[in-house]
């Protein structure tokens, strides 16, 4: 096996799932946008269908094509970014729900595709998707008349607790909604964490199961195990990789494997102390990470073995993320098309 191997636990993404689920009194639905988090929208939607999701979230009306594609007839697929010009096609064969963001929006909908569900998403104050609060008060009378299946809204903050936003958004959302007979959701990830007050009817979750940050107890979904394509040996004085940025302080064995910047593995992750693994056995990253390649310092091994490990139960999608300057999220997302990919479950 020549390209760097990605492994999605199925099992463990369901896991997460259940025990989302389990925090809550209400529906746990499944934000599967950017193709899944970069792991496979339809593989991940499947399994989490199986075990009892019945909506689905995307990005965009094309992301919900491919979803329906994989999903069949059945589950509820909502769109994020609404009704949006040249969408009306897409909403009305692939059965898509978009949550329409403006008066434009709302307007486009009932008149190109009356009766055809819809949710409105409105903006509690993070101000990137939705309609204002004087916007809805204006005229939320005529969403109401079409019979919207949900009002949402999202939090700005929810990824820290404490933080004031949380209640601002949460008491605009209320005083938006209430006394308004419609399901409404607020809570993605961090949302759930936050307490009963903040779950209504449906949850949103995604980066939580995938394994990520805020969902501390998440467990683990994605690996990486990276082959070992040459060994050499340097003496003490000797460079390795672009720039000569790492050099050998004594004489070391260098492990050179498949995967790079290309790969999703930024550049920044050299000189952070990110180890990759052989076993139990922390090996460093040493020298720049190159597009296709990296190397390692694999001294400490008596044997090298034919892959190495990046990502796994000890060194999680936060602590790589931590190390390059980003977010579990933007790590994920990052991998890209070149990883030999194997679900469990
Ligand atoms: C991405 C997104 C979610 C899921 O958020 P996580 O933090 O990944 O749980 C939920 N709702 C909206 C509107 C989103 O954009």
């Known amino acids: 096996m020549s390209t760097a191997k990605l492994t999605i636990n199925l099992d463990a993404l ?5 025990n989302l689920n389990a925090m809550t009194n209400c529906e746990t639905a499944a934000v599967v946008k950017a193709n899944g988090y970069g792991l496979d ?25 491919a979803l329906r594609r994989a999903l069949g007839a059945g589950p509820g697929i909502s769109v994020f970014s609404g ?10 064969d692939f059965q898509l729900t978009p949550m329409l963001n403006s008066l434009e929006q709302m ?7 009356p009766g055809h569900a819809f949710g409105v998403q409105l903006d509690s104050g993070m101000n990137r998707l939705g309609m204002e609060p004087a916007e809805w008060a204006a005229v939320g009378e005529i969403a109401l008349g079409q019979s919207p299946v949900l009002l949402m809204s999202h939090l700005a903050c929810a990824d820290e607790p404490a933080h004031e936003m949380n209640a601002k958004q949460l008491k605009t959302f209320r005083e938006m909604t209430s ?8 809570a993605a990830t961090g949302g759930i964490l936050l307490g009963p007050e903040y779950h209504f009817d449906l949850c949103r979750p995604g980066i939580g199961l995938y394994g990520g940050r805020p969902y501390l107890d998440a467990l683990p979904v994605a690996s990486l195990d990276l082959p070992v394509i040459q060994v050499r040996d340097l003496e003490a004085g000797e460079s ?7 050099i050998a302080k004594r004489p070391s064995r260098i492990a050179t494997v498949a995967a790079g910047y290309a790969d999703g593995l930024q550049r920044a992750l050299m000189n952070t102390g990110i180890d990759t693994f052989a076993g139990e056995t922390p090996c ?4 720049r990470v190159s597009m296709d390649l990296i190397t390692v310092d694999v001294t400490a091994l ?8 990046l990502l796994n139960e000890r060194q999680g999608v936060d602590i790589l993320a931590d190390a390059a300057g980003t977010i579990g999220y933007e790590f994920l997302t990052s991998l890209g098309h070149r990883y030999a990919r194997t679900y469990l479950g």
């Open 41 to 65: 929208a339809g593989r991940v939607a499947k399994a989490l269908a199986q075990a009892g999701a019945r909506n689905f979230f995307v990005a965009a009306a094309e992301e919900g094509v």
């Open 14 to 18: 369901v896991a997460n799932w259940r």
């Open 240 to 246: 390795v990789g672009y720039g000569n940025a790492w």
């Open 83 to 92: 009704h949006m010009d040249g969408d009306t096609r897409l909403l009305k």
């Open 107 to 113: 307007l486009r909908h009932f008149e190109s595709l």
């Open 284 to 287: 460093p990253i040493v020298g």
């Open 302 to 309: 008596s044997d090298v073995p034919s892959h190495l490990s």
């Open 179 to 186: 006394g308004i007979e419609v399901p409404r959701s607020l």
